[in-house]
């Protein structure tokens, strides 16, 4: 397993009172798997992955019943074991890489400045492993790019630019949190494509956060869906799709089009209502407001979590049955 964490909880205290904006995830990723995060805006996917990676505001309050990655039981002491890790077993990539990448530092310089400090590679050697993974994400040219500033790259190259620096330490998981949303969709499908050759090459495992549907479709091996920070479903992309239990998941899928799973031109229902607050604690299923199958038993605390075969769960009151 590449990452195992259990029961994640994080708080974040605000004017109005204690935010519970993680409420109990329970996440795994395989060696070389592709798992998407999916969930509506606020649903709690950044504050998960910024967790994993141990790069949360000092005021949030993190706990985790258990919290393996790459082999190492980070449960006890997540802090220095992730300062260790990162940029090394695992790396991050954010949704902007214009704000991500230094417009007043060489190419050259924001690429090999991390690993000649933790891997401590002279400048030579770190140039070499630059221009290797610039090549890698298709960037021509790559010697001679080292030189120039961010500003001189496009959008699409500067996120290829952002996944190059992710891959300096040879991470074995790599968080990509709305890698393509800033991009124009026909850059947004070479990103993705790119992301999925290097999790072939590499062996990577990919943790990435979308609410778009499409990619998710075009990437993952396992969905989780996450609303109002919990995982209320998991389960193989395919699956999903075909078989949605969770009348959330039934809601997105319904709300977004998926090319080449939703016919063309037909309407898109928007689910009704909006995700609870989350200040103070919520009892009971958090989307029972919004849910058409809503039933008294739905306030029942915990959640019943069914399991459905390997890899699959979904944590409902009456889970949809399977239409066949
Ligand atoms: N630093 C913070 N202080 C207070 N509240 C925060 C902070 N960061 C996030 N939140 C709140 O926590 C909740 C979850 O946020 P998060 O960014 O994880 O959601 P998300 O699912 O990633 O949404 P999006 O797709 O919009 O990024 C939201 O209600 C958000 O307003």
Not at 68 to 93: F, H, N, S, Y
Not at 126 to 146: C, F, H, T
Not at 219 to 226: P, Q, T
């Amino acid at each position: 397993m590449m990452l195992d964490i259990r029961d994640l909880r994080v708080s974040l205290p605000t004017e109005r009172g204690l935010l519970n904006a993680v409420r109990g995830v329970d996440l795994q990723i395989a060696r070389g798997q592709t798992l998407c995060l999916v969930g509506e805006s606020g649903c709690g996917k950044s504050l998960t992955a910024t967790s994993i990676m141990g790069l949360l505001t000092r005021q949030a309050q993190i706990t985790t019943d258990r919290f393996e990655m790459a082999g190492q039981d980070l449960t006890r002491k997540p802090a220095a074991g992730l300062a260790r890790m990162r940029g090394r077993d695992v790396a991050m990539i954010f949704q902007d890489p214009t704000s991500a990448l230094n417009p007043t530092l060489t190419v050259g310089r924001q690429l090999t400045e991390g690993v000649m400090r933790s891997e401590k590679l002279s400048r030579r050697a770190a140039e070499a492993r630059a221009v290797e993974m610039l090549e890698r994400v298709g960037i021509s040219n790559p010697a001679a790019r080292l030189a120039q500033y961010p500003h001189g790259f496009s959008g699409g190259q500067r996120q290829r630019i952002m996944i190059a620096s992710a891959l300096m330490g040879r991470p074995k998981l790599l968080i990509a949190d709305e890698p393509t949303t800033a991009l124009d969709v026909t850059i947004q499908a070479q990103i993705l494509q790119l992301l999925g050759e290097l999790q072939a090459d590499l062996g990577l495992s990919i943790l990435l956060i979308t609410h778009d549907l499409g990619v998710v479709a075009a990437i993952a091996d396992d969905v989780a869906v996450m609303y109002a920070g919990r995982i209320v479903e998991r389960a193989p992309a395919r699956d999903l799709f075909v078989r949605p239990r969770h009348p959330y998941t039934r809601g997105l899928l319904a709300a977004i089009p998926v090319p080449g799973v939703t016919p063309r031109g037909s309407a898109l229902p928007a689910i009704p209502g909006r995700v609870p607050g989350l200040i103070g604690t919520l009892r009971g299923c958090a989307f029972r407001d919004r849910c058409a199958q809503a039933a008294p038993d739905c306030a029942a605390d915990p959640v019943p979590r069914h399991g459905i075969g390997a890899g699959r769960f979904v944590e409902c009151v009456n889970p949809e049955e399977a239409s066949t």
